[in-house]
């Protein structure tokens, strides 16, 4: 009989003892699960990876190899895990295997030592493999939450997309006038896309007026009034001028109320008073049609 099978043998004779050896060397490991783990449910998981050896120390790697690389999952599930486990499992395991072989050929010492070599090569290939899976696997997680994070900034960017469509409604009314319709409550975010949008279509569109209309806009503070000059401001950089309609008599009160200076807008009551006053500023006019057929 072989050394490979003869110490096969003698750890299939022993497998319960050897396997708590493994279990008691494996409760020293710092973040791993064996701790807290009790003998009747550390010993049969040790008793597998002795299986194994036993199986590749009788000629048959693939089934060390397999489940190496298999047992190796619940590992890596463990967020204090490092890929320093596999080898202080690996370690743990030879340093039982040579237990074993010393019991097993304790007055022969060529075998012993044939025995140890056979442990270390089992050894070697079943911690080859369970870093290789832990190193596979890590990344594999690693590129699902990669995916998973780039799916939500995409759908992020789409809701971003789509909110600036709904909070930036700017209308083009003629080739140099854009209308700009305000509604509801205007934070510093929602306040920073419109400026950012109303700027761009501005550049784009060449245009000369924007007409910003507060109508559906129920409560005007300090803030909404310093964007609305802000943004005046940084229109007039761009050259064109901004038309303010649609104030309240309950927002002019709050407006005076708080002092702030709204002069350098040009101000309309409504929006159709806007739209004419801003035709005018471009050499433009609205007519009843049967007058523009007499003429």
């Given at each position: 009989m072989s050394?490979?099978?003869?110490?096969?043998?003698?750890?299939?004779?022993?497998?319960?003892?050897?396997?708590?050896?493994?279990?008691?060397?494996?409760?020293q490991i710092p973040n791993s699960p064996y701790p807290k783990l009790s003998d009747?449910?550390?010993?049969?998981?040790?008793?597998?990876?002795?299986?194994?050896?036993?199986?590749?120390?009788r000629g048959d790697l693939q089934a060390l190899i397999d489940f190496s690389r298999q047992s190796i999952?619940?590992?890596?599930?463990?967020?204090?895990?490092?890929s320093d486990i596999v080898a202080q499992i690996g370690e743990a395991i030879y340093s039982t295997l040579k237990v074993a072989a010393r019991e097993?050929?304790?007055?022969?010492e060529l075998n012993y030592a044939m025995a140890l070599a056979a442990a270390a090569e089992v050894t070697f290939i079943s911690n080859k493999n369970s870093y290789q899976a832990f190193?596979?696997?890590?990344?594999?997680r690693i590129r699902e939450r990669e995916e998973t994070l780039q799916q939500m900034t995409n759908e992020l960017d789409q809701a971003n997309a789509a909110l600036r469509e709904l909070a930036a409604p700017i209308a083009p009314i003629h080739d140099n006038i854009l209308v700009l319709p305000l509604v509801g409550s205007i934070d510093t975010n929602r306040a920073q896309m419109l400026t950012e949008d109303l700027l761009e279509q501005i550049v784009a569109r060449q245009s000369d007026i924007v007409i910003m209309d507060i109508t559906g806009v129920p409560i005007v503070d300090t803030n909404i009034a310093n964007y609305l000059v802000q943004t005046t401001?940084?229109?007039?950089?761009?050259?064109?001028?901004?038309?303010?309609?649609g104030i309240s008599a309950e927002v002019a009160q709050t407006i005076v109320g708080l002092e702030i200076d709204l002069r350098q807008l040009s101000v309309r009551a409504n929006l159709q008073d806007g739209i004419e006053y801003a035709?005018?500023?471009?050499?433009?006019?609205?007519?009843?049609?049967q007058e523009q057929r007499r003429g």
């Open positions: 050394v490979e099978h003869a110490l096969a043998d003698f750890l299939e004779a022993n497998l319960g003892r050897f396997a708590k050896h493994t279990g008691e060397l494996l409760r009747a449910e550390l010993i049969p998981r040790m008793q597998k990876p002795f299986v194994a050896t036993i199986s590749a120390l999952k619940p590992v890596v599930d463990n967020p204090n895990a490092s097993c050929f304790a007055d022969d190193v596979d696997i890590r990344e594999e401001k940084a229109v007039s950089l761009l050259g064109a001028q901004v038309i303010l309609v035709l005018e500023q471009v050499g433009l006019g609205i007519r009843p049609l």
